[in-house]
């Protein structure tokens, strides 16, 4: 039952190419998608978020690109470097309901 | 300095013994969360509390129980614990219902044999 869908369950690129990772959910209530990292035996913490009024979130290396229409939301990380190897969780409020995670491994 | 702290990092407990995992926060926040985290199930959302005394059941609520007297502590509570609740526990904690951010502890790490 989860409510917010995430895949790939891993990845693994090489260093410079971009990561792409992908969320979709079903409830039209949710009005605020972040994507939080994890990092081994730490806890989650915000990176990016969006709100759907927008299609298209930057923050330096890291995007979220949004389809409403769709219900689905991408995390794009370019230039992915060994130190973006991490779990990262999709999330969408109003009760913050998490994705499953995707395991990301950056090779240099 | 803004933290949630959660105790302990690591507990060893038996089948049908209690738990009790506290959580406790310096951000004056309204809204704190427990949640699990698991191997392909990501972060799966226990119970929510909106302020004192005002909880409410999230996903997985089933087995568990939450205390929140004070506006700083949220309490988590497996009566009678069964193997099957070993996991990671995260509490987290946000400015309000609503805002957008939330602040997790470091986790604790149950395992009940």
């Known amino acids: 039952q989860q409510q917010v869908r995430q895949s790939p369950q891993s990845l693994t690129v090489w260093e410079g190419e971009t990561a792409i990772l992908n969320c979709s959910y079903e409830?039209?209530?949710?009005?605020?998608f972040p994507w939080y990292h994890q990092f081994p035996g730490e806890s989650p913490a915000l990176l990016i978020a969006?709100?759907?009024?927008?299609n298209k979130k930057e923050d330096g290396r890291f995007t979220i690109f949004f389809n409403k229409r769709e219900k689905k939301f991408s995390l794009h990380i370019a230039d992915s470097q060994p130190g973006d190897s991490a779990t990262y969780f999709c999330a969408a409020r109003l009760k913050y309901v998490f994705g499953a995670g995707t395991r990301l491994k950056v090779i240099a | 300095d803004m933290k949630v702290t959660q105790m302990p990092r690591y507990l060893i407990k038996r089948m049908g013994e209690n738990v009790l995992l506290e959580c406790g926060q310096d951000?004056?926040?309204?809204?704190m969360y427990w949640y699990r985290q698991d191997p392909g199930l990501g972060l799966q959302l226990i119970y929510i509390?909106?302020?004192?005394?005002?909880?409410s059941e999230g996903d997985i609520p089933k087995g568990y129980r939450v205390s929140r007297k004070k506006r700083e502590h949220f309490s988590l509570i497996l009566d009678s614990a069964k193997t099957n609740q070993t996991s990671v526990y995260f509490c987290a904690s946000s400015l309000s219902w609503g805002a957008e951010t939330l602040y997790f502890g470091s986790g604790t790490r149950l395992t009940v044999l």
């Open positions: 951000m004056s926040h309204e809204t």
């Open positions: 969006i709100r759907p009024v927008s």
């Open positions: 509390s909106y302020d004192v005394d005002s909880n």
């Open positions: 409830d039209s209530t949710f009005d605020y």
